[in-house]
């Protein structure tokens, strides 16, 4: 993660990056299809950095946990194999998995770098966990609805070969190229409120032709039922796998 941490210096907390692309096309904009790309930042910089490390300070059992994100009552929670994929739909789950990580699994968040982007996902970050078993790198990204509530949230490892990014030393940040995010493909996060309908008719059209958009519909129509047989058919050490252990 340190060299993450060197790669990507230069610009502070409330900077956006001062070579931005061209911003990626709003689709769907004024309809239940409309994709993030349509929403820009409605609040300062420092808001959407700030959310970010409060979702990290529900996580870290050092941190004040009075200090919680402004969650969308549909706000999900997606990370990347060989992580669980939808491991949180709903701002009651995501506190209750937050409370039950504390007790069960704690940990710190000892290094955070998190960043303001003019194009959603608005805040983006580069953190290490530290657990018992050791430290463990994460690359995440944060989605915001125009209140300024997070509506999704998504993770990689930060391990060579688990990221997304096509150049992660040349564009850390996945400004110039199309990481893949699936924050980006999900219809109706673009409308102001940020709202989803998991079953509307611009959910299963975009389904239908998007595997990894299909699977998010399929588990957040039972994001327990589905969690619960990812964990069962996961690798005993798929946490390890993630953290680099």
């Known amino acids: 993660m340190l060299l993450w941490l060197l790669a990507c210096g230069g610009a502070t907390l409330e900077q956006a990056s001062e070579a931005a692309p061209e911003a990626a096309a709003c689709v769907g904009e004024g309809t239940d299809a409309?994709?993030?790309?349509?929403?820009?930042?409605?609040?300062?910089?420092?808001?959407?950095?700030?959310?970010?490390?409060?979702?990290?300070?529900?996580?870290?059992?050092?941190?004040?946990?009075?200090?919680?994100?402004?969650?969308?009552?549909?706000?999900?929670?997606?990370?990347?194999?060989?992580?669980?994929?939808?491991?949180?739909?709903?701002?009651?789950?995501?506190?209750?998995?937050?409370?039950?990580?504390?007790?069960?699994?704690?940990?710190?968040?000892?290094?955070?770098?998190?960043?303001?982007?003019?194009?959603?996902?608005?805040?983006?970050?580069?953190?290490?966990?530290?657990?018992?078993?050791?430290?463990?790198?994460?690359y995440e990204e944060f989605v915001f609805n125009d209140a300024g509530e997070m509506t999704f949230i998504e993770a990689w490892s930060d391990l060579p070969g688990l990221l997304p990014h096509p150049d992660p030393a040349g564009d850390p940040w996945g400004e110039r190229s199309d990481l893949g995010r699936l924050s980006t493909r999900v219809p109706g996060l673009g409308q102001p409120s940020g709202t989803i309908s998991l079953e509307g008719d611009a959910m299963n059209a975009a389904a239908a032709t998007d595997p990894d958009l299909a699977e998010f519909q399929r588990r957040a129509l039972d994001p327990w039922g589905t969690w619960f047989a990812e964990l069962a058919g996961a690798d005993d050490d798929f946490f390890d796998q993630g953290c680099g252990w």
């Open 34 to 138: 409309a994709l993030a790309s349509c929403l820009r930042p409605t609040l300062a910089p420092d808001y959407y950095v700030d959310q970010a490390l409060m979702y990290f300070d529900t996580l870290d059992v050092d941190a004040d946990r009075s200090r919680v994100p402004a969650y969308h009552p549909q706000v999900a929670r997606w990370e990347w194999p060989p992580w669980l994929l939808l491991t949180g739909y709903g701002a009651d789950a995501m506190v209750e998995t937050a409370d039950a990580l504390r007790l069960i699994d704690p940990s710190t968040v000892p290094e955070r770098d998190c960043r303001f982007f003019e194009e959603q996902p608005f805040a983006r970050c580069y953190i290490v966990f530290e657990y018992e078993g050791g430290l463990c790198p994460i």
